[in-house]
């Protein structure tokens, strides 16, 4: 997912520091980040968005359905 803050240090502290997090890359536009995370279920991946709520915001996610 794409996300954009106003304080780069902070947000990839917060991501070095999350196990969800399996990927992170600084881009250029709109967005600062593209950011590669895992959740067992989209609750896990909800708390995780709620926990990075003071660093940035997230585009919308994609969740895909329970099969």
Known sequence: ML????NCAEFQRFCTE????IGLYRI???F???LKATAESPETLTAFLDSS???GF???PCIPAPP
């Open 53 to 55: 709520s003071p660093n």
């Open 32 to 34: 600062n980040f593209t």
């Open 28 to 30: 250029s536009g709109k």
């Open 3 to 6: 996300f954009k803050t106003g």
């Open 18 to 21: 999350s196990p969800d997090v």
């Open 58 to 60: 997230p585009s919308k």
